[in-house]
């Protein structure tokens, strides 16, 4: 027996024991009948390799949370000298030199107006603690009727109990209602609402009038608004005017209401500076971070908030202080590969480098938002994304499934929310890596719309 006809069948035993043993997520795992699963073997770059040799261009960042390439020297550098020195310990009554320095720098990156950072392992998990802070704050303060929540239409903030709670997007929370507490919807600024004459800021500015609508009937119950930042990825990456912000800003100080800013997905540079909220110039009253920032390494995330919200816990009586944790908080590990992500942004200067890397992908991806099947082409940083015209309900429906296979028949991972195709790649793509990935995405879509 040859050596790739026993890898190609170790290949299979893998998968044949993956679907046997592994409940795979957001995932209905009879599709594997007829859509295999990857056996990934290991990641260069910007691509992963299967165990037969093939490879596939990580266009979407292994969801969203690769930034610098798979096996990136640096930060596999700092994860070793820190293995040797503290892999974990308690951050209840013990503290280290990496959750300390990860909290300053980030802290400096606001200026210094956000800090206190408070340490879980995943977004949904930092969404929880926001809301928790949020609602505890209000009560420690004499406002204990304020423990109603805001959300966007179309968001989406995590699939634990309280995050499902200020997500609005029916396939997670049909099945788990019962056990939620209902929110307030409002009006998305998603620039795709547009009406006839409209900019991208007058619909901006529209939502944030029903936002205020609201307030002015319910705020006096609402503790806080959560958004995501310039765009709301699992919506279908809908795109809108940093306006929206700076006007959601304002009318939750007129208030009396928080705003969370959930940067999971568009933080750590997505959106072209490195937190989304520095472009309408203002500060949320807490800020959600995870996926980029161990840069696809280690589950971490975090909430920033303000002294003031700070302060409001800090007291004798343990009742009034943050009661909330898990045994991870704070892995130094995790930290550690977090400072290795954000020495990599100051030390190549990555921010004015993905202006530049953005522009060449938008322009090898011209043809694209030309097509005659395509609608909607829209780009913010380091995402672009686009939506198939399919008239055909049961093609439609189908459409996200077969991109997705057929992306892997031309060497890419891509994963479409729907009938929206978008890319949403790696900080380091090379010119040849930005034409492949135009041409073959372009390629993909007409063999699957039937172009």
């Known amino acids: 027996m040859n050596a790739s006809l026993k890898t190609h069948l170790a290949a299979t035993d893998q998968v044949a024991r993956s679907l046997k043993s592994v409940w795979h997520p957001c995932t209905q795992m009879q599709h594997h009948e007829t859509v295999p699963l990857v056996p990934v073997s290991h990641g260069r770059g910007a691509w992963l390799y299967d165990t037969d040799g093939k490879r596939y261009l990580d266009a979407i960042s292994s969801w969203w949370v690769n930034l610098f390439g798979h096996a990136n020297p640096r930060i596999n550098a700092a994860l070793k000298e820190q293995l040797d020195t503290l892999e974990h310990a308690m951050l209840a009554g013990f503290t280290h030199e990496p959750v300390i320095a990860l909290s300053e720098q980030l802290s400096a990156r606001t200026n210094h107006v956000l ?6 392992s995943d977004g949904a998990s930092a969404t929880e603690i926001a809301l928790k802070m949020s609602f505890h704050y209000w009560r420690n ?8 929540f805001v959300c966007l239409k179309g968001s989406y903030h995590g699939e634990t109990v309280g995050a499902l709670a200020v997500t609005d997007v029916q396939l997670f929370r049909d099945a788990y209602g019962p056990l939620l507490q209902q929110a307030h919807v409002v009006m998305s600024p998603d620039a ?3 009406e006839q004459g409209e900019t991208p800021a007058d619909v901006a500015r529209r939502a944030a009038k029903a936002f205020e609508t609201l307030l002015q009937d319910r705020s006096r119950h609402i503790a806080a608004i959560i958004i995501e930042p310039l765009v709301q990825c699992a919506a279908g990456m809908a795109m809108y005017d940093p306006v929206y912000l700076s006007e959601v ?6 208030y009396q209401v928080h705003l969370i800013a959930d940067e999971i997905a568009v933080g750590c540079g997505r959106t072209g500076t490195f937190f989304a909220c520095e472009q309408a110039n203002i500060w949320p009253d807490f800020v959600c971070l995870s996926k980029g920032i161990s840069g696809g390494y280690l589950p971490l995330s975090l909430v920033m908030t ?9 007291d004798a009586d343990v009742r009034r202080g943050f009661l909330h944790s898990h045994s991870y908080t704070g892995n130094p590990l995790a930290c550690r590969a977090a400072l290795a992500t954000l020495a990599i942004f100051d030390e190549d200067d990555v921010l004015k480098r993905n202006r530049e890397r953005a522009a060449r992908m938008t322009e090898a991806l011209a043809p694209l938002a030309e097509h005659p099947r395509v609608k909607n082409f829209r780009q913010r940083g380091m995402i672009w994304a686009f939506d198939a015209v399919i008239d055909d309900a049961a093609a439609a429906s ?3 499934r077969r991109f997705f296979t057929e992306a892997l028949n031309n060497e890419l991972l891509m994963r479409p929310i729907g009938r929206t195709v978008y890319l949403m790649p790696p900080y380091i793509l090379d010119d040849e890596e930005i034409a492949g990935l135009a041409a073959r995405t372009q390629a993909v879509f007409d063999k699957v719309i039937g172009a």
């Open 115 to 120: 800090g206190h950072c408070f340490y879980a």
């Open 141 to 148: 303060t004499g406002h204990a009727d304020k423990r109603e």
């Open 192 to 194: 795709r609402a547009a």
């Open 249 to 254: 800003r304002a009318l939750c100080d007129r």
């Open 306 to 314: 303000r002294d003031e919200i700070y302060q409001a816990f800090y």
């Open 398 to 400: 189908s459409f996200s």
